[in-house]
């Protein structure tokens, strides 16, 4: 079936560095790719989507493209923050007709002042 | 828009009894789905609604697991004869235009068996 693998944390990083997290995926068909956060005590947020390859997903200053060569949709942002401090999931829609998401482990991002 | 509500938060119980979760979904969305996140992992799918009816379910749903979504509103999560292993967090999710196009998620109900 599909599955996602994403870079395993945790990470911490200085306010102002520059954060990639990485992520591919395993797929039949053609998913639309997510990244979800997870600030501390609350539930997953969607942060970015790509509904086909080469579209590229932005929010608050993250990015992603989706890579359909490559099987992959890496998550940056030019200069963290600590409010970015979360855990971060990578997903994708189920290409085989199901409407469920395939989640990655998640990334814990610690990011200091 | 209130976001979707997920009740209670936390739940303990002893191995061997019942618990309910509920969830309320954002009003429009007709789309109902759950997951269960275990520590260090990500949301595992069990089941979905279009409405009221059950179109999904996954492997993970044994048969003490029940969903239910009576009037295509709000759904109840039932596990009967709780397990050590059943210990984790229940997340549910909303959505009014299906997966491709993401979730509203809910803070989760976190149960612990003991």
């Known amino acids: 079936g599909d599955s996602v693998t994403q870079m395993e944390g945790p990470v911490t990083l200085s306010e102002e560095a520059f954060l990639t997290i990485n992520c591919t995926y395993t797929?039949?068909?053609?998913?639309?790719l997510f990244w979800y956060v997870q600030y501390p005590g609350e539930g997953l947020q969607l942060l970015l989507k790509?509904?086909?390859?080469?579209d590229k997903g932005s929010n608050k200053g993250f990015e992603a493209t989706y890579r359909k060569e490559t099987t992959s949709f890496h998550l940056e942002k030019g200069s963290v923050q600590v409010s970015d401090s979360a855990v971060y999931f990578c997903a994708l829609s189920d290409s085989g007709g199901s409407e469920k998401l395939v989640f990655g482990k998640g990334m814990k991002l610690t990011v200091n002042p | 828009d209130t976001g979707v509500s997920q009740n209670p938060r936390h739940k303990i119980t002893k191995r061997g009894q019942n618990v309910t979760f509920r969830c309320d979904p954002i009003?429009?969305?007709?789309?109902l789905y759950w997951y269960r996140q275990t520590l260090g992992q990500g949301p595992e799918f069990l089941t979905y609604f279009q409405n009221e009816a059950q179109l999904e379910k996954s492997r993970l749903l044994s048969d003490r697991f029940s969903a239910e979504r009576p009037k295509g509103s709000f759904s109840t999560l039932e596990i009967q004869r709780t397990e050590q292993g059943d210990s984790a967090m229940y997340l549910c999710?909303?959505?009014?235009?299906?997966?491709?196009?993401?979730?509203?998620f809910g803070s989760g109900t976190r149960l612990t068996v003991v």
């Open positions: 790509a509904t086909k390859a080469d």
């Open positions: 009003s429009e969305h007709n789309r």
């Open positions: 797929a039949t068909g053609y998913p639309s």
């Open positions: 999710a909303s959505s009014l235009r299906g997966g491709d196009y993401g979730y509203t």
